[in-house]
């Protein structure tokens, strides 16, 4: 029997990148069956839009960006540094945004990778060849469990994955600070944390505080609480560093952030007066969202957690370990409450709804990434009597890539994909079917600008390739600010003069009300478009007027 010790550089450098290639090959597989179950379509939806509208106002439309509405973040940090060069490379907003997609999949599985690396440097070949293939059972869950509403965030840009890349990459920083110490580690850690709070303000619940407590615990079990004292006393520094820099973005008037603090604090004592109520709610909402499976696996490997916890703290308290992964294990112990009662009470404040699972990524790929590296670690495990590991070094390293190979080709027939659905040209390729209608039409009846509920807006603008622009519109027909540019409405020295109406989520009786009966209405699939391009429809050509809108702009406290 081989043992690891033993085992050649080169067979381990294979293993490892043969198990990356097999991941990078599911990902075709799992684009095929995205495109097969109409999941391709969520990646282009509204929210998903913020980082192509923004990118389009600085370098292509040239619109003022001071007019740009957020949600509650403003994602800068990684999401727009990440994928404004995609976007530049790409040309195009399809192909940009999937690129995106995987490459927020793959940093998530790479940062796993390397924190599970650094903390055990002695498994690490182990970990780099069993990681992906856990990263290739969360994608397979996804596209063929039924969950992916819950769990498809993770693929969407300007969803929270880039706040959940932003926590394992300060968590990487912190071990690594708390395996060589130093200044400069420190320095990038605090600037690295002031950026992703100004934001993601999810990361205070991510990784600063979970990590400050880690930090505090370690050090308790070490006896060495100056250094821990240093390090969550730069924690905070950054996060209040991170609030300033917010602050001033905002009072510069380029950030306007939707204002949660009218509601926040009676909204969520409201949630947390009954706490049993509260948490059935969150178990029905996950269980729901998720499915029994994940929740199943999700509490083993908190159980699994809790008892490696306890398990390496004494281990280190007696010498005998590290402290490296012990730190990564209490800021998951101390990540899973706070981000699960953080992530309902901000559901139930912004949307009335708890488990809202967009906050969760972290927390759902942990599972996945983290499981089968520590599979391996235990069959490869040797006690202090130096007896044999159940299984050999070699099989160790190639088992993952092998199981990798033998799921992917079975999936593959099992799916019955055929030839062309897994060619990339086909499976990569998409239109958003109501822009290709408009743009069928748009010559014909010389359509220009338009109007449509907040869903259909963005995404008709984007994916036009006649130039047609459309503004949203909530259900009553007044303006619908949220993750838009206000600039969009006054437009370019004038105010548009619209000539269309998709009447998909609003008040067609209201719309007929004020505009009367359009000249046509053309039907794209299932929506009813109201074209209004005869000279007599001046009312509806001209419904806001650049001193009307500014004017509801300071009356609605949106100027600010």
Not at 411 to 427: C, G, L, M, Y
Request: aromatic share 14%; with cysteine.
């Amino acid at each position: 029997m081989i043992k690891i010790q033993n085992l050649c550089r080169k067979e381990r450098i294979i293993s490892a990148v043969f198990s990356w290639i097999l991941l990078i090959l599911a990902l075709f597989v799992f684009q095929a069956q995205m495109k097969r179950s109409g999941m391709l379509d969520q990646i282009f939806n509204a929210d998903a839009l913020l980082a192509e509208g923004y990118y389009r106002d600085l370098f292509i439309d040239n619109y003022e960006v001071s007019g740009w509405r957020f949600s509650t973040e403003i994602y800068a940090y990684p999401d727009f540094l990440m994928y404004f060069p995609i976007r530049f490379l790409a040309g195009n907003a399809v192909p940009a945004l999937q690129i995106m997609a995987y490459l927020q999949f793959l940093s998530l599985a790479g940062l796993w990778t390397a924190i599970l690396m650094i903390a055990f440097p002695q498994r690490k070949t182990e970990i780099a060849a069993w990681t992906p293939l856990g990263a290739g059972l969360y994608l397979f869950w996804i596209a063929f469990s039924g969950a992916q509403t819950g769990a498809f965030s993770v693929f969407l840009v300007c969803h929270h994955t880039g706040g959940a890349l932003t926590a394992l990459a300060a968590v990487l920083l912190a071990v690594m600070y708390v395996r060589k110490g130093g200044h400069l580690l420190l320095t990038v850690l605090i600037v690295h944390s002031a950026l992703a709070f100004a934001s993601h303000k999810l990361f205070f619940v991510l990784a600063a505080l979970p990590m400050a407590a880690a930090f505090l615990y370690v050090a308790f079990i070490r006896r060495r609480m100056r250094t821990a004292g240093a390090a969550a006393a730069a924690l905070f520094f950054a996060v209040v560093s991170g609030f300033q820099i917010l602050k001033i973005l905002r009072r510069s008037g380029y950030v306007r952030l939707f204002d949660t603090t009218a509601n926040l604090k009676d909204r969520a004592m409201e949630s947390l007066s009954s706490p049993l109520e509260f948490l059935i709610s969150s178990g029905a909402g996950l269980w729901s969202n998720l499915g029994g499976f994940f929740v199943s696996l999700l509490a083993v490997w908190c159980i699994l957690l809790i008892c490696l916890t306890v398990y390496l703290s004494r281990s280190v308290r007696r010498g005998e370990e590290q402290p490296y992964f012990l730190f990564i294990s209490v800021w998951l112990c101390a990540l899973i409450p706070m981000l699960l009662v953080s992530a309902n009470i901000a559901g139930i404040v912004l949307y009335n709804e708890a488990a809202q699972t967009r906050y969760l990524t972290l927390l759902i790929s942990a599972p996945f990434l983290t499981m089968p590296a520590g599979f391996a670690f235990l069959l490869s495990f040797r006690g202090q009597d130096k007896q044999n590991a159940p299984f050999s070094g070699r099989f160790i390293h190639f088992a993952a890539p092998i199981l990798a190979a033998v799921s992917l080709l079975s999936i593959i027939p099992a799916a019955r994909f055929t030839v062309d659905e897994i060619n990339p040209a086909h499976s990569f390729s998409w239109e958003h079917s109501l822009a290709h209608c408009l743009d069928e039409n748009a010559g014909r009846l010389n359509l220009r600008y338009g109007l449509s509920d907040y869903w259909n807006a963005k995404p008709m603008t984007i994916f036009s390739k006649t130039g047609l622009r459309v503004n949203q519109l909530h259900y009553n027909l007044y303006i619908n600010y949220w993750i838009n540019n206000f600039n969009w409405y006054l437009g370019k020295g004038d105010t548009p003069q619209y000539d269309f109406l998709v009447t998909e989520r609003l008040n067609e009786a209201a719309v007929r009300f004020r505009f009367g009966e359009p000249s046509l209405i053309l039907m794209c699939g299932s929506s009813p478009v109201y074209i209004y391009n005869r000279a007599s429809d001046v009312r509806f050509r001209r419904q806001f007027t650049r001193e009307g809108l500014l004017m509801w702009r300071k009356a609605t406290g949106n100027d600010r």
